[in-house]
């Protein structure tokens, strides 16, 4: 019936009027006919359309997230790098970026620069040359009444130093004038000779004392004014062990296995019997008095100093001094560092 309707719509020149039945009209389904035919193509458009925000949502997702993976900054291995060579003289080298984000080869001596061309010297040496010709000789520097320092280079040192307490529970005994400080690589050789003797006699011990002094000692015939003494160098340690008593008297030298033992055995460590009875000279009951030989006028069984495993053989061993124990300052004269222990000048 419905079908009819439209067919004679189409194929008559003059439309028929529809046979009406039953009150049925045609209008209404004309208007059915005419809203479906409206209404297809609004939904494919609406369908295209939330297709497409659909789409350029997910595009702008994957965009952000891209965006967000990118460091907004250059890398920090990057500007270390620039850092560092601003310092460097001469035409500054290329910057090459390091994916691994790792320290490059250029950069580690940066971190270290006293390693290398400037060997094991101290930063205060190297601030307070002008001050002593010997501080640039590292380990080997000489501090005596005549090869002085001044307060500062004392203050810088002592910041360089580690706590043999902390670091390697090494006892400090008798509190006394001075501190457990140590250069660390004298630290490192000290504690490898503390256990070395103390393996060798498990009941012993071996204690350190007034290893660093700000200050010059106030007493008697040792005595030395602030800026003069070897307990400035930060390689200088007293060393007892307690068993024998607290006593530092040279005259008890036979009856301490310790002093004993060291006098023997730690130039194998770097350390040396700093003032050796051969070079006391003289009346013990002076002070120090360095001469022109290398004479110390000290005697000090007990008082340990730090310059090398390679000096101290070469002093213990007595390289220069025909196969006996050397002094220190008789040593650097004889090697060429010194050129008069009286002047405290050293050869260019
Ligand atoms: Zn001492």
Not at 4 to 18: E, G, Q, R, V, W
Not at 201 to 215: D, G, I, N, V
Request: aromatic share 8%.
């Amino acid at each position: 019936m419905r079908y009819n309707i439209l067919m004679d719509s189409h194929t008559s020149a003059t439309p028929k009027m529809p046979v009406v039945s039953s009150g049925e009209l045609p209008e209404p389904i004309i208007n059915l006919t005419l809203a479906k035919k409206k209404n297809e193509p609004g939904w494919i458009v609406v369908g295209v359309l939330i297709g497409l925000v659909a789409i350029i949502g997910i595009i702008l997702i994957i965009v952000g997230l891209v965006l967000q993976s990118r460091p907004l900054v250059e890398p920090e291995p990057i500007r270390a790098k620039e850092v560092v060579f601003e310092d460097c003289v001469g035409e500054k080298p290329a910057v090459i970026a390091d994916p691994e984000g790792a320290p490059s080869e250029q950069e580690k001596p940066s971190e270290t620069p006293e390693k290398g061309t400037l060997g094991n010297i101290p930063a205060s040496s190297r601030t307070y040359a002008g001050e002593n010709c010997t501080l640039m000789q590292g380990p080997l520097m000489l501090i005596n009444p005549v090869f002085q320092v001044k307060t500062d280079y004392i203050a810088a040192r002592k910041r360089e130093l580690v706590d043999l307490t902390k670091m390697y529970q090494i006892k400090e005994g008798v509190q006394a004038n001075g501190a457990p400080l140590l250069d660390s690589e004298a630290a490192t050789h000290l504690n490898a000779m503390v256990k070395a003797y103390e393996a060798a006699y498990p009941q012993h011990k071996l204690e350190t004392r007034s290893c660093f002094r700000s200050a010059g000692t106030n007493c008697g015939r040792l005595c030395y004014a602030t800026g003069t003494t070897d307990h400035h160098t930060g390689y200088t340690c007293d060393l007892i062990d307690p068993s024998y008593g607290q006593s530092l008297n040279t005259d008890d030298y036979d009856k301490h296995l310790e002093w004993q033992w060291l006098k023997e055995n730690s130039y194998k460590y770097g350390f040396i019997d700093r003032f050796p009875v051969a070079w006391a000279g003289g009346s013990m009951d002076e002070p120090v008095n360095i001469n022109a030989d290398g004479s110390t006028g000290l005697y000090e069984t007990w008082h340990y100093r730090y310059v090398g495993v390679d000096a101290a053989t070469e002093i213990a061993t007595g390289k220069y001094n025909n196969g006996q124990y050397d002094s220190l300052e008789h040593y650097l004269k004889a090697r060429g560092i010194v050129d008069s222990l009286t002047a405290g000048t050293c050869k260019q």
